[in-house]
């Protein structure tokens, strides 16, 4: 019933922005703690940064310092500035949100279905 929608991918030069955006949809649900990930061509998909609902912030060490992640609870949204981007960069991200839903016990983990970020040199 949840899901999650990345955009704001694209094309972009070496040392180049863009602002990610992930939109949760669906009803009778609460988001926990989101998160950011990313996966390039034949390797595996590793963390990126997360946030929690108070707007704690982490971040992988290769990352920090040019990548940010914000949140607005209400409306179920999470962003992810990329500045000063790099050929390494270049990677499917991925939107991950820990969900409860108020009929179900516990939560769950959504993805999104990704968007691409390619970093020309």
């Known amino acids: 019933q949840v899901q999650l929608v990345e955009s704001g991918g694209g094309l972009v030069r070496a040392g180049g922005s863009l602002r990610l955006s992930c939109v949760a949809s669906?009803?009778?649900?609460?988001?926990?703690?989101m998160g950011w990930y990313r996966q390039a061509p034949g390797k595996q998909r590793e963390l990126v940064g997360s946030?929690?609902?108070?707007?704690?912030?982490h971040y992988a060490g290769n990352v920090e310092g040019r990548f940010s992640i914000s949140r607005n609870n209400a409306k179920n949204t999470i962003h992810l500035d990329v500045n000063n981007l790099r050929p390494a960069d270049t990677a499917v991200y991925y939107c991950?949100?820990?969900?409860?839903?108020?009929?179900?016990?516990?939560?769950?983990?959504?993805w999104g279905k990704g968007t691409l970020v390619t970093v020309s040199s």
């Open positions: 669906g009803s009778a649900f609460s988001i926990e703690d």
């Open positions: 991950r949100a820990f969900v409860v839903e108020t009929t179900s016990i516990g939560g769950k983990v959504h």
């Open positions: 946030i929690t609902t108070t707007h704690d912030a």
